[in-house]
């Protein structure tokens, strides 16, 4: 209400009657206050404590975040916005994002991708970015079936990758016989379809033929209309003079017969139609199938000829001496060109893997890989010549990232003009890295050189082509 009572008697007091009393104020003034924060020692005059009250040290404040609900004194505002706020902004100390500190925890437990997180199987530190890399490719403590359970590998137990690369490595022999008998076993089932490039055909002719044969009713059609307008036409006539004739009627009636046998006709080619090309459809589906498992197991079998090579050379001393080059330096005899060039083409072994070559004795293993009838750009036009890191048994002690030149050459038989391309490898590039598998991405020239200029010069001779790689 705007009526008080006065604190010390009662008596009601009205808001006109109270007025400001300037000689109590003027006696205030004249009194010596004490700030009322705890450990302030200041003291000054009644009207100086408003103004020191708004910047007293010792004062109780608000933190400035809304969030947080302490209150502090005023002289403990920056270490409590440095070091106690919970909602203070930091950065993260893994990727540098700034997050308030009481969701830093969250946000290093479950989002950032440069944290480091324990792997469950191997419990070595990993970033969580590269987690699942790991796991799919480094982890020697994953378990893992064998890849060749599928063409036949009776191992059905669950070994950890550690296991099964020993497995791998003891079951070469065991896995290409497998591996092949597989493969003839799908060449012999794909010999029962018609080749994709004839049902290619087949589809295109069946089309022509669908088109043409539309073409011929659809002119039929517009004929019999023709005639049919113009008879009823005459028979109007007929009519409107009396006369009668039977034979025109009896002809309009076999014309509207065969209109209705050529609907009939045209709707039993229609659904014949549809059925053939679903036909066709499943067929090269089929096929398109079989091609890409014949290419997974091509390159399979590519990695197992490089290892069973591996497995001879250990044999012996000389045998080893006579497969392997420890110089840097590959010379790959490619024998019956012309069948591989046309198993190239017809998409039955689009690669072919070199043997493996050493920079040294103890260095980094390499090897080539050659595609006969291009790869990438290059495909149906140039050959495709690439460079490989491969994994081998002395990684740990080479220096990585692989820096070398590599010199590849297709070799001239007969005045020496050989063709060449040369470049250095790239720190950046994955391909040179130290392989985490058994090999690396290939590295090269997709646009090697062209297949129309190969008959050139004496490049193919005696049916064989030379492949020279070197690495210094």
Excluded at 70 to 77: A, V, Y
């Amino acid at each position: 209400s705007s009526n008080s009572r006065c604190p010390e008697d009662g008596t009601v007091l009205k808001k006109e009657q109270v007025f400001p009393d300037a000689f109590t104020k003027r006696e205030l003034n004249g009194l010596c206050l004490h700030c009322t924060n705890q450990g302030c020692a200041w003291h000054g005059t009644y009207e100086a404590l408003e103004g020191h009250s708004a910047v007293c040290e010792h004062g109780l404040i608000n933190c400035v975040h809304t969030q947080c609900k302490m209150k502090f004194q005023r002289s403990h505002q920056a270490e409590h916005l440095k070091r106690e706020c919970e909602y203070r902004n930091v950065k993260c100390d893994y990727c540098g994002k700034d997050a308030t500190f009481a969701s830093m925890k969250e946000h290093v437990d479950t989002i950032c991708e440069d944290a480091p997180v324990t792997c469950r199987y191997c419990k070595e530190d990993v970033l969580r970015k590269d987690i699942e890399r790991h796991k799919r490719r480094d982890c020697d403590e994953v378990p893992a079936t064998c890849e060749y359970q599928d063409v036949g590998c009776n191992h059905d137990k669950t070994l950890k990758r550690k296991e099964l690369r020993q497995h791998l490595n003891d079951g070469l022999i065991y896995h290409g016989a497998q591996l092949l008998r597989y493969t003839l076993a799908v060449a012999s089932q794909l010999n029962d379809f018609i080749p994709r490039s004839e049902y290619t055909g087949m589809s295109q002719r069946i089309r022509d033929d669908i088109i043409e044969v539309r073409s011929g009713l659809a002119e039929k059609f517009v004929m019999v209309v023709g005639k049919l307008t113009g008879l009823e036409r005459r028979i109007e006539s007929l009519e409107s003079s009396g006369e009668s004739n039977t034979r025109i009627r009896n002809e309009v009636h076999e014309l509207q017969s065969k209109i209705r046998d050529l609907t009939t006709e045209s709707g039993n080619l229609r659904e014949r139609t549809m059925s053939l090309e679903r036909e066709v459809r499943d067929k090269i589906s089929i096929i398109d199938h079989f091609r890409s498992r014949m290419d997974q197991m091509d390159e399979s079998l590519a990695l197992n000829t490089v290892k069973i090579t591996d497995l001879d050379s250990r044999r012996g001393p000389r045998a080893q001496q006579a497969i392997h080059s420890y110089n840097g330096t590959l010379l790959w005899k490619i024998e019956s060109y012309q069948r591989k060039r046309q198993d190239a083409i017809n998409g039955v072994k689009t690669a072919l893997y070199s043997p493996p070559f050493y920079s040294a004795q103890y260095g980094y293993k390499m090897c080539a890989k050659i595609y006969l009838n291009g790869d990438g750009f290059g495909k149906g036009s140039h050959l495709s010549l690439f460079f490989v890191v491969t994994r081998g048994d002395y990684d740990a002690l080479q220096s990585w990232p692989f820096q070398k030149k590599i010199t590849m050459m297709l070799l001239d038989q007969g005045n020496g003009d050989h063709m060449i391309d040369a470049f250095n490898s790239d720190p950046q590039s994955s391909s040179f890295q130290r392989p985490k598998s058994d090999m690396n991405i290939a590295s090269g020239s997709p646009l090697f050189m062209p297949l129309d200029s190969l008959n050139n010069r004496q490049y193919i001779k005696d049916d064989v082509v030379f492949i020279k790689i070197i690495v210094d």
